[in-house]
Structure formats: C-alpha cells, structure tokens
C-alpha cells in the first residue's frame, strides 16, 4: 500500500448526499479482474452531463474529494476506492462515510476524512468561490488546512500508523501466526467444513 | 454487566487482543464469487501465499451468470473471463467451487444456508455487502471489500474495530399481507440509510420471533441499506429446525454440543445496547420505496413526498434529486405509478417462500399487458424445488418469465437490465441510480407487492387484488 503523510491539491465540491457505490463505478466496470483501468468508470453516468463538476475545466488535476454526508453507501465494492485513486483523488472529505468503504480506503491509502458538516459546506463554499484554492490533508497533525479554515480529525491510531508507514495487513498479522494455530486448535468440532479432508 | 449477542460471538472468536490494536477475529466461513475475488487471488500469487484453510471457504457463480441459455457460451467476453478467472483460481488453490450449471449453484447468499453450511454462532464474511444475510442465524456475518478477501484467504482471520450495538426490538404481530419486507424497509425508511452506521444490529422481540428463518433472511439482508455492517436474531428452536439434517449440518453427539451451546447464545437480560429502536408491527402497512436510496420509502397508500417537507436540507436535496431521476411528482399517490418491468428474485427475496407467496397471488391471473415479469429463483436448489411445486407453470401460465438462478436484474451485471427510462417493481434490495441497468427507475417491494403489481400494472398490494379474483385457496 502506498503510504500517505501529506497531501496538498486542488478540489472537487460534490454536492451530493448518498453518493452509492454504484454512482461512484457501475456494476457493469466490476468485470475487470485488475486493480487499475477503472478511471473511466468513476461516476460514469454522471459524467455523460457535460456540466457535472468532475467535467468542468477548472477541476482538471483536482486531488481532493469534497462529498455529501454518506458517501460510499451500497455494495462492498472495493473498486469504488480503485476508480477514485485511478482517476487522481489522493482524499476524500465528507461528515459521514459508509463503513464498508471507509474500511476499503484505508486498507488501499486512500485516506477518508470525516469532518464536521459545517467545515465541508466551507470548503464547499472556498473551492466554489475560488477553484484554484488548494487543500492540506495532513495525517501526520490529523488537521485539514485551506485558506481561512483549519479543522482537526480523527483516525483512530492504529489506522493511522498503517497509513503513515504504507504497511500491509496481511504481514502484520502473518506476525502471529502462532496464535491464529493454537485458536484453529481448539475450535469445536461441530463447527462446518466445507471440504471433507 | 451482561453481553449482547453479538458481544458473545465476536468474544468466541477472538485470536489476539492487544491495547491500542483491533482485534484479530477468526473467520468460521469464507464465501467467494467471481466478482470481489481475482485481484484477491491475484495478491496471493505476487505474495506466494496459499488459501490458509480451503475448508472454511466455499465459492460460487452468480453475480455474472446469465439467466438463459446457460448451456451456451456466454456471451459478454469480459463476463465469461471472470468467470473463468474465479475457475482457474479455485482449481489453483483447491477451493470447492459451484459453477453454473452445477446443482449447488446460486446466489451466495442462498446456497450457504440451504447447505447447512451458516450457522448460529459463527464469524461469516463474504466480498459481498448483504452478507449480513447469514445474521438470521446468530452468526455474525459481514460484507468485506476485496483487500480484506485476500487477508482471509491468506490467513483466515480480520482485524476488526469493534462495533457498536443496536437493538431494533419489533413488538406484537405483522398485520395480515404485511411481510418481512414491507418490516425492514419501514425500519431503514425510520433509521435511514446512514442510521446503522457502525452498528450490528439485533432484531427482536414477538414479531421477529414469529418469523420464518427465510423471512429473517430478508430482513438480516437489508441491515445494509439501513448502513450497519450486520443484523442478527438470536437463535431459536424455529433455526434448529431449519438446520436440523441440511448437509453441513452438525450429526450425532456433534449435533447436541451444538444446540447446547446455540442456547447460550441470546443477549443477556443485563445487556446494554449502545442504541435502541422500537416498532409496533400493528402499524406496519405494505411498504415500497419512491426514491434512489432505500431509505426513501413510503407505505403503499401514501402519496410521493413533497421534498419541501424534510427539514434536513441534505434529505430536502436527495429528495428532490429522487424525483427527478424517478421522473415522480410530489403528491402523486404511489398506487397510480405505472412500471413496466416486474423482477422477483436476488438475495434479499430469492428463497422458495418468496417464489411460494408470488406463485400464489400468480395462479388464474394474468400480467397486465405491456409488463414484463422476471422470475429469478435465488439458487437452483430453490429452483427446483419451486418446479417440483409446479410454481414455474403458475408462472409461466401467468407470462411471466422463468428463468435460472443468479443475481441477475437485481444489480445487472449479466444481460437482464431496465433500459433507460423503464421502471421496475422489483424485491430487490437496491433502489440507485441505473442499478438495474443506465436510466432504470426501481421501486423495492415485497413478492406478494411484486405480484400485485404485475397483475394490475401499477403499484398494488395484494388487498388491491380481491376485485380481479379471489386468490385460490381463499
């Protein structure tokens, strides 16, 4: 995973509450059996509107989402965090995310940030007045700085630590392995297979 | 202090606990489908790891498949190759699969439980969001994204935060021709689709108790939508039964330990929830969505919401992006909305109780003139089973179309979609944007709403029925 300290760009005002997995990639992308190739399909269907935010000239090179409360609700879809990195955004804020995808950002170093919705209607208004604006999602001080606005957040530590370090989970839990053995010991017996071996 | 349910599942499956660190949960079934799968297999590959226990995973074929000629090749090149991806990957790492065509083939969702394989008491995950299906059974069961597929793969355990608690408590009984669906969509309608955020939640009390295991089903199944990782009812004797000779299913003294331990697993009279919820099912009506989440639902009888009538300037906007997509009205009364498309089928409402409750509301009638009526069994188990009751005539008789198992319109990854602008009555459990194919408008219901309106062609319930026939057996 490719490790995230900070990050400074240009932003994208997504006024939208509800922003669903299948808005941000349809299913018909979810064919591909690779990990890149999805920046085509990031809000596809919204994206066939020349006046949709994403397609104005002044949001070209635009790294940082700025969403409606529950972004990222549906489906367990990990290529929605894939389109959103193939297509260049670094970070996404919102008041509220979908727990599937937040999980799913994190584990790809993506980082989500939850902020307050009175900070995003300000940065709303900031990047709307002025599209050249550029925001600062520092995770190693947890502060989200623009012009004007300096807003705290969280992350609990342990996500954080991965992030900074761009670690893999999967070796960290490889770490113990030895506990995973003595748990598969002494599990019952009546518990299903579903290969007799 | 006593522990919830869900306490006592996760703390049963705990491998490490360490301060400051997520647990590490071990995972007692991996359910795979082609979808969510390759790039997992594929971090195996560059990582030289092997499936940890190819005994505790289970794969099967069913968001691509098609529902027609399923003998043939198939005819989307990009659909055939993931599906022949999740082949190769399985026979690579000697995962038991269910391909198309095969006996144990379905949604996966439906082929774990009727094997006997979900379980009170376990930890089941699938790249798949309505795992939550598997709650029904007291298992904590969750939707995973493709990265932690591969984590599980390689060694058959999550880190996971923990979850909050929350206590949807249904007291008294559903009406009659108000079913499980019309419930979980009044609750996610009561608690909106962000309100489950970070919770399990355990449905109880008379109502839920009085459930089938299939209906329950349902309902664990759209704990998503209401935005919470998981459902759950605590087991019973009306789960032991459902269990009891199903092929995975514990035999002998094995049997025994289990129900004895499946007993324990309830929430302890002194359990606190971190959030309660309660729901009279007297009041409860059949209950349809109007809008692109499904949180924006109405019952039946009422009108489509005026979007100056929410307070909430976010649900105010929604609203009115709702309606113009949905092409609808304020005001306009729900029963008027005519649909072209009728789908019964996918996870949410894809067992042989559904087929059963449609079928029987189908037989002697007709689909109106102009729909058409999908009918998608949930597995082939289910499908041949709704064959042996001579339910596929009853909808074959009726127009309706009978097809093979699989996902199929629910999210139209395989050739059955809405075109642009069609609108569909559909039991699904995902009303968004084009989810049923580009520009397609869906309304969530029930089967016995789906079949209403299949007969009469506009939003109907089964109530609306009694003036074209009585249903037979009545």
Same mark, same amino acid.
């Given at each position: 995973?490719?490790?995230? @300290? @900070?990050?400074?760009?240009?932003?994208?005002?997504?006024?939208? +509450? #509800?922003?669903?997995?299948?808005?941000?990639?349809?299913?018909?992308?979810?064919?591909?059996? @690779? $990990?890149?190739?999805?920046?085509?399909?990031l809000f596809e269907a919204w994206r066939k509107d020349e006046e949709f935010i994403l397609n104005r000239p002044e949001r070209q090179g635009a790294t940082v989402l700025v969403a409606g409360p529950d972004f990222g609700t549906?489906?367990?879809?990990?290529?929605?965090?894939?389109?959103?990195? #193939?297509?260049?955004?670094?970070?996404?804020?919102?008041? $509220? *995310?979908?727990? /599937? *995808?937040?999980?799913?950002?994190?584990?790809?170093?993506?980082? @989500?940030?939850?902020?307050?919705?009175?900070?995003?209607?300000?940065?709303?208004?900031?990047?709307?007045?002025?599209?050249?604006?550029?925001i600062t999602v520092d995770l190693v001080a947890r502060k989200v700085t623009a012009p004007g606005v300096e807003a705290d957040f969280e992350l609990d530590e342990n996500a954080r630590w991965r992030l900074l370090e761009g670690l893999?989970?999967? +070796?960290?839990?490889l770490r113990h392995e030895e506990d995973i053995a003595a748990y598969e010991a002494k599990r019952p017996s009546f518990k299903p297979r579903t290969l007799t071996v | 202090m006593g522990r919830t349910l869900a306490e006592k599942v996760w703390d049963d499956h705990v491998v490490r606990r360490a301060e400051g660190e997520p647990d590490l949960l071990f995972i007692d079934l991996h359910l795979l489908h082609e979808v969510t799968s390759p790039q997992a297999f594929d971090g195996l590959r560059k990582n030289g790891r092997r499936v940890r226990r190819t005994d505790l995973t289970i794969a099967t074929e069913d968001h691509n498949t098609p529902t027609l000629d399923i003998d043939k090749p198939i005819a989307d090149p990009v659909s055939r190759t993931q599906l022949e991806t999740l082949r190769k990957n399985c026979a690579e790492f000697g995962v038991r699969l269910h391909p198309l065509g095969d006996v144990e083939q379905g949604v996966v969702h439906v082929v774990g439980p009727q094997l006997g394989l979900t379980q009170p008491g376990m930890t089941v995950v699938c790249g798949d969001s309505h795992t939550s299906t598997h709650g029904a059974f007291g298992a904590l069961a969750f939707g995973i994204g493709t990265s932690q597929v591969e984590h599980v793969l390689a060694t058959q355990t999550l880190p996971m935060a923990p979850f909050r608690t929350m206590a949807v408590t249904v007291n008294g009984e559903l009406p009659e021709g108000v079913t499980a669906k019309d419930l979980i969509l009044a609750i996610i309608a009561r608690i909106g689709t962000g309100g489950g955020q970070g919770y399990v939640i355990e449905y109880r009390g008379e109502a839920i108790e009085k459930?089938?295991?299939?209906? $329950?089903?349902?309902?664990? #199944?759209?704990?998503?939508?209401?935005?919470? $990782?998981?459902?759950?009812?605590?087991?019973?004797?009306?789960?032991?039964?459902? &269990?009891?000779?199903?092929?995975?299913?514990?035999?002998?003294?094995?049997?025994?330990?289990?129900?004895?331990?499946?007993?324990?697993?309830?929430?302890?009279?002194?359990?606190?929830?971190?959030?309660?919820?309660? /729901?009279?099912?007297?009041? &409860?009506?059949?209950?349809?969505?109007?809008?692109? #989440?499904?949180?924006?639902?109405?019952?039946?009888?009422?009108?489509?919401?005026?979007?100056?009538? *929410?307070?909430?300037?976010?649900?105010?906007?929604?609203?009115?992006?709702?309606?113009?997509?949905?092409?609808?009205?304020?005001?306009?009364p729900l029963r008027e909305i005519a649909v072209d498309t009728v789908f019964v089928g996918s996870c949410t409402n894809g067992r042989i109780e559904d087929l059963r409750a449609a079928a029987a509301l189908l037989r002697g009638r007709k689909v109106a003139d102009g729909v058409r009526m999908l009918v998608v069994p949930g597995s082939v188990r289910v499908a041949l089973q709704a064959v042996e009751e001579g339910l596929d005539k009853v909808f074959t008789e009726a127009g309706a179309e009978w097809r093979h198992a699989g996902c199929s319109m629910c999210l139209g990854m395989n050739p059955d979609q809405l075109k642009p602008g069609e609108r569909s009555a559909s039991t699904s459990n995902r009303n968004f944007e084009g989810r049923q194919g580009k520009g397609g408008r869906t309304h969530l219901v029930s089967p016995q709403v789906a079949a209403a309106t299949a007969v009469l062609g506009h939003l109907a319930s089964p109530a609306d029925l009694s003036d074209v026939r009585e249903p037979a057996g009545v």
């Open positions: 995973m490719e490790a995230f @300290t @900070t990050h400074t760009g240009r932003a994208v005002p997504l006024r939208r +509450s #509800n922003v669903d997995t299948d808005q941000i990639i349809p299913a018909h992308w979810l064919k591909k059996v @690779t $990990r890149d190739g999805f920046e085509d399909g549906g489906s367990s879809r990990e290529h929605a965090v894939w389109a959103l990195q #193939n297509y260049g955004f670094k970070t996404v804020i919102s008041s $509220r *995310f979908a727990d /599937i *995808f937040r999980g799913n950002s994190l584990k790809n170093g993506l980082l @989500t940030v939850v902020l307050p919705q009175r900070t995003v209607d300000a940065l709303w208004e900031l990047t709307e007045a002025d599209p050249t604006v550029e893999d989970d999967i +070796s960290i839990t | 459930l089938s295991m299939e209906a $329950r089903m349902t309902i664990c #199944n759209m704990s998503i939508e209401a935005g919470a $990782r998981a459902g759950m009812i605590a087991p019973d004797d009306t789960t032991f039964a459902y &269990l009891e000779g199903r092929e995975h299913a514990p035999k002998g003294a094995d049997w025994d330990a289990a129900v004895e331990y499946w007993r324990t697993l309830r929430t302890d009279s002194g359990a606190v929830f971190d959030h309660e919820v309660v /729901i009279e099912a007297s009041e &409860l009506a059949p209950f349809v969505t109007w809008g692109t #989440n499904p949180g924006q639902g109405a019952p039946l009888s009422a009108s489509v919401p005026d979007p100056a009538s *929410f307070t909430d300037p976010s649900e105010k906007l929604a609203a009115e992006n709702a309606l113009k997509y949905m092409g609808l009205t304020a005001g306009q």
